[in-house]
């Protein structure tokens, strides 16, 4: 489904993220990619939708290569729920910002209304379809830019931290939810309960380089490996000092 080689990646400015990169994720897969602050996580799913270009290397999502000219191809296929959720609502209104997207394939007005009515269902946000998106709660925003991705029926979706500004209950919900959604998922997180419990693998990420990649239970629970990542035990293993 993705295939990342030996890749590059370098801002104007001269800073170089990510450092011959390479891995692949298999169809169906949810995969949680972490690392610390800085660790190119957001970088990298910037790259592969095509954000940005690779100086270096190659990614290919189902053997289509990302390069300027097969960008509209493979944003049909992938679809990005960035890490701020304002840089993915601009409409007046949550409904129009869901139906975006499908507007500008063309789809029937009666089509979009049905798959946003199905959509905003499974994520509980119904009662904010006539609202405005600027006045939105941050959870709010972040769940209504999941739909306007999710409403596209993406083949791989890409999450860059989707639990964070959440509440307990919401962020549940959508733990579930994202279970019960059978694309193949990349999610860029530090919420490492969530990696644990939804994650087959984790690809840990550090200096923009492949630290370590492998079963998610496996390599969470490995505080050592945790540690030397720059990061700790997700909470749920954590041994709490008065035990
Ligand atoms: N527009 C930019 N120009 C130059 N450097 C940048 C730019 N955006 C990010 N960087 C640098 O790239 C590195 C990786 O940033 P990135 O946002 O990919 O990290 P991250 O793993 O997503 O971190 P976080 O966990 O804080 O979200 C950082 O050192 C950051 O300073
Ligand atoms: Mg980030």
């Known amino acids: 489904m993705l295939k990342i080689n030996q890749l590059n990646m370098r801002y104007p ?3 170089q993220v990510l450092n011959q990169l390479s891995f692949h994720i298999e169809t169906g897969e949810t995969v949680g990619l972490i690392g610390a602050n ?21 990614i290919e999502i189902d053997k289509i290569s990302v390069t300027k000219k097969s960008l509209n191809k493979v944003r049909e296929k992938v679809g990005v729920v960035f890490q701020n959720p304002e840089d993915q609502l601009f409409m007046s209104n949550v409904y129009d910002d869901i139906a975006f ?10 089509k979009i209304s049905e798959r946003i009515k199905g959509i905003v269902k499974s994520l509980g946000i119904e009662r904010l379809l006539d609202h405005n998106s600027n006045k939105l709660s941050g959870g709010e925003k972040r769940l209504v830019a999941i739909a306007t991705i999710l409403v596209m029926e993406p083949s791989l979706v890409l999450f860059d931290e989707p639990t964070s500004f959440l509440d307990p209950r919401t ?11 059978n ?6 997180t530090h919420d490492l309960d969530m990696a644990l419990e939804l994650c087959d ?26 540690e030397e ?15």
Do not use: H, W
């Open 229 to 243: 990542a720059g990061l700790e035990l997700p909470f749920c293993l954590q041994k709490r000092n008065n035990e």
């Open 171 to 181: 962020r549940r919900n959508l733990i579930e939810m994202l279970r019960g959604f």
């Open 201 to 226: 693998r984790v690809i840990i990420l550090s200096e923009g380089t492949i630290f370590k990649q492998g079963n998610a239970k496996e390599l969470l629970s490995n505080q050592i490996l945790m």
């Open 38 to 58: 800085g660790a190119g996580k957001s970088t990298l799913l910037k790259s592969i939708v095509g954000i940005m270009l690779p100086e270096e290397g190659s």
């Open 183 to 188: 694309m193949t998922k990349l999610i860029a």
């Open 13 to 15: 400015d001269g800073n």
């Open 101 to 110: 997207g499908l507007r500008n394939y063309g789809m029937a007005e009666d």
